[in-house]
T-cell receptor
Framework: SQQGEEDPQALSIQEGENATMNCSYK?????LQWYRQNSGRGLVHLIL?????REKHSGRLRVTLDTSKKSSSLLITASRAADTASYFC????????????FGQGTELSVKP | DVKVTQSSRYLVKRTGEKVFLECVQD?????MFWYRQDPGLGLRLIYF???????EKGDIPEGYSVSREKKERFSLILESASTNQTSMYLC???????????????FGPGTRLTVL
């Protein structure tokens, strides 16, 4: 089964609103990464948070990690139409031979 | 900027054909990966490689093989293409692992393969 599971599967908001996506996972991890994918394209790395970190910021992105609950969230503030994309979390589990495990993604639609 | 290129954006092949998907990265990365992406199933790892001439099976290696003769190039081979291999194929590369974890992966633009 997938290590990372995003919630919600789809999210539709208006420009200027904040978007929050959640990721849950099952086993202990070294780090957790968030990626973005525009339709029909490859994935682009957004942010990496290590297991000993609780929060990280990058521009309008804020990621939190709660290892006790095995969950992470990605917040995009003041969203823009250009943020429309799919967002994936990927976990790097302990003792998995260095593989990233991707969730199925959240499809974000930001309406102008 | 890291650049990962894939040989084709779109490819149409017939059942039974041998198919080669090529991936090249320009950042001297040790690690390279092949995924396939299907609606509702997310990204699934097919094969990966930590070094030249080394390969490791991912979660769904059946029906695929790989080749890494040079550090910058990682090829995915479909020995005898089947319709259930119609998918988006994504290649990625990353540098040596972080202390305590895997580094960021850099993805190519993807190859959308259709097998008729």
């Amino acid at each position: 089964s997938q290590q990372g599971e995003e919630d919600p599967q789809a999210l539709s908001i208006q420009e200027g609103e904040n978007a929050t996506m959640n990721c849950s996972y099952k086993t202990s991890i070294n780090n957790l990464q968030w990626y973005r994918q525009n339709s029909g394209r490859g994935l682009v790395h957004l942010i990496l948070i290590r297991s000993n970190e609780r929060e990280k910021h990058s521009g309008r992105l804020r990621v939190t990690l709660d290892t006790s609950k095995k969950s992470s969230s990605l917040l995009i503030t003041a969203s823009r139409a250009a943020d429309t994309a799919s967002y994936f979390c990927a976990t790097d589990p302990y003792n998995q031979g260095g593989k990233l495990i991707f969730g199925q993604g959240t499809e974000l639609s930001v309406k102008p | 900027d890291v650049k990962v290129t894939q040989s084709s954006r779109y490819l149409v092949k017939r059942t039974g054909e041998k198919v080669f998907l090529e991936c090249v990265q320009d950042m001297d990365h040790e690690n390279m990966f092949w995924y396939r992406q299907d609606p509702g199933l997310g990204l699934r790892l097919i094969y990966f490689s930590y070094d030249v001439k080394m390969k490791e099976k991912g979660d769904i290696p059946e029906g695929y093989s790989v080749s890494r003769e040079k550090k910058e190039r990682f090829s995915l081979i479909l020995e005898s293409a089947s319709t259930n291999q119609t998918s988006m194929y994504l290649c990625a590369s990353s540098g040596g692992g972080l202390a305590g974890g895997m580094d960021t992966q850099y993805f190519g633009p993807g190859t959308r393969l259709t097998v008729l």
